[in-house]
């Protein structure tokens, strides 16, 4: 063992041992993401625990506080339920976390690796849910917030942008596709964790439990095998690896794709982040507003129709609400099936098409979708409605999976990970902003004496305006300016720093563009992720059976 490895402390976890060796099949490093994307997902599904958690106390119902109860004491408060506006912060503290952490942490993750990262994500992650379970169980919300809201969160940031660099560096020929493998897991990830816990909270739920703590263990354990698994599996590239037979397209083919790299330090000082940070931000304000009020959106427009009665939803009784609910139920699983599948089309054709024009088609398309949407509704087309909330969701994943190679193409591949961890303080800001947007403007509405079906035609109208802004937004990125990019020989001190080691490892370089097959390898790997993420599907899809009977 090198003096290196030994100074680092971490032995199994130092970047230096995750060089990969002669043969190593780069479609082995995919799988390995996603292990650990399908797990930290779950973040989206949170909501299927603010029922059960609001009726803690009460089991059966809800116990309310005392009506004269403070805040703060209903905070530290064990004999009364809480509301799910006190528990659907923990949504919020989970998506702030996750771009501040890889915003502060994203230059060390790219000097410590993607595997030391990805264990700290692990541990931060099923740590959260532990001590999450803990504060179930003693019945005090600020360990929810602390253990899933805020370290979950930042296992959340480090998980995330962990193998954007490494699936970049290993698929420089296919950047998109690489990155919307990975990166579509985060959007299925709830998919498998929120039907298992609601089969584990059945399982769990007693005389005396609502069966939460003790699916916020099993799910603990189950994820951190997954994401232990995942993150051992990472392999990064000797540096300066290419694939067997592939030659970087000439600059001038393509003048907003480099060859070169910027300093994190640099990088985002430049306009051209800024930019593309008003790019991630307003698109991702317009799609996650939606899908946090898709369910009530299309009950509340469609109401009666839904199920063939002609009625408002006011004036529908309490067993035809429940009948729309699970329409609408169907509704949200499609959203969820194309939010994933969008990550991974269009961040794949953007590869083709190049990042710029893809981002330009999701807000111009977006636009207008998000205007006709309002005419739609009120003309009663069921049909068009979802499918345009389909396409509307599809781009917005997509948005998320197009950003990193969009990142690698204007700043080079060096620090895109760190660069990219920076980028995501807007996701952060959006997850503040789409809400507030959506949910406000939909109460004014209904104080204004608006009728229900009415109440989200403001707000379409203004989404579609945050989508000009962002369409103005990336028309206005240009290829960044020669005085950023690193001299030669910054890039070679960086270099020595961050890669010393590499020849400990690897001492052919040039063999490990003849990748091995290794089929049996990547097929088990594979298959790890696929199965459980087809049983997701395939729950969804019963769901979303609703929607069409």
Not at 18 to 40: D, E, K, M, S, Y
Not at 82 to 87: R, T, V
Not at 124 to 151: D, E, K, R, T
Not at 288 to 294: K, L, S, T, Y
Request: charged share 10%.
């Amino acid at each position: 063992m090198s003096a290196t490895l030994a100074a680092t402390g971490f032995g199994l976890l130092a970047k230096e041992r995750t060089i990969a060796q002669p043969g190593f099949n780069r479609w082995l490093v995919p799988p390995a993401a996603l292990a650990i994307h399908l797990c930290i997902g779950m973040a989206y599904g949170f909501s299927v625990f603010w029922l059960p958690l609001s009726k803690a106390v009460g089991i059966t119902a809800p116990l309310a506080c005392p009506a004269d109860m403070g805040f703060f004491a209903q905070v530290f408060a064990t004999g009364c339920d809480w509301k799910i506006s006190m528990l659907g912060w923990m949504y919020t503290l989970f998506f702030v976390f996750l771009g501040c952490s890889a915003a502060i942490w994203g230059g060390w993750l790219e000097r410590a690796g993607p595997r030391k990262a990805g264990v700290v994500a692990a541990l931060c992650w099923c740590g959260g849910l532990v001590i999450s379970a803990l504060g179930v169980y003693l019945h005090q919300i600020w360990m929810l917030w602390l253990g899933s809201g805020v370290i979950g969160g930042i296992g959340l940031g480090l998980g995330y942008i962990s193998p954007v660099s490494t699936l970049i560096k290993w698929f420089p020929d296919r950047r998109g596709m690489a990155t919307g493998m990975a990166i579509m897991g985060f959007g299925g990830g709830a998919m498998i964790g929120a039907p298992l816990a609601d089969k584990l909270m059945n399982t769990f739920a007693t005389a005396t439990s609502v069966g939460v703590w003790e699916t916020f263990l099993c799910l603990a354990a189950i994820y951190f095998v997954f994401m232990m698994a995942g993150a051992l599996g990472y392999r990064v590239p000797p540096p300066d690896w290419k694939p067997a037979g592939w030659t970087p397209p000439p600059a001038a083919q393509k003048s907003m794709v480099t060859q070169r790299h910027v300093h994190l330090d640099k990088a985002w000082r430049t306009p051209q982040f800024w930019l593309v940070w008003g790019v991630l931000c307003l698109n991702v304000t317009a799609g996650i507003g939606i899908i946090g009020m898709a369910s009530p959106l299309l009950q509340e427009v469609f109401a009666g129709k839904l199920i063939g009665v002609d009625a408002s939803f006011n004036e529908l009784d309490a067993a035809q609400k429940t009948q729309i609910a699970a329409v609408a139920a169907g509704f949200t699983g499609l959203l969820s099936l194309f939010n994933i599948a969008g990550r991974f089309f269009w961040a794949s054709l953007s590869d083709k098409l190049g990042r710029k024009l893809t981002y330009s088609i999701f807000f111009l398309l977006g636009c207008g979708l998000y205007a006709a949407i309002p005419t739609t509704a009120a003309a009663g087309s069921l049909a068009l409605f979802v499918i345009f909330f389909c396409v509307i969701l599809s781009m917005y994943g997509g948005g998320f999976a197009t950003v990193p190679a969009y990142l690698a193409d204007m700043f080079g591949t060096r620090m895109v990970g760190a660069i990219h961890g920076r980028l995501l303080t807007a996701w952060a800001t959006a997850g503040i902003l789409g809400p507030v947007i959506v949910n406000y403007i939909r109460e004014y509405q209904l104080e204004q004496g608006v009728a229900r079906a009415d109440a989200y035609t403001v707000t379409m109208y203004i989404l579609a305006g945050l989508l000009v802004l962002g369409f103005i937004c990336n028309w206005l990125v240009r290829p960044v300016a020669e005085q950023h990019y690193m001299s030669d020989e910054e890039l070679a001190d960086e270099k020595r720093q961050a890669d010393n080691t590499h020849q400990h490892f690897v001492d052919d370089v040039e063999a490990l563009a003849k990748e091995a097959s290794h089929s049996g390898k990547v097929l088990l790997a594979w298959a790890a992720v696929w199965i459980p993420l087809g049983w997701g599907i395939w729950i969804t899809l019963q769901k979303t059976a609703a929607l069409f009977g």
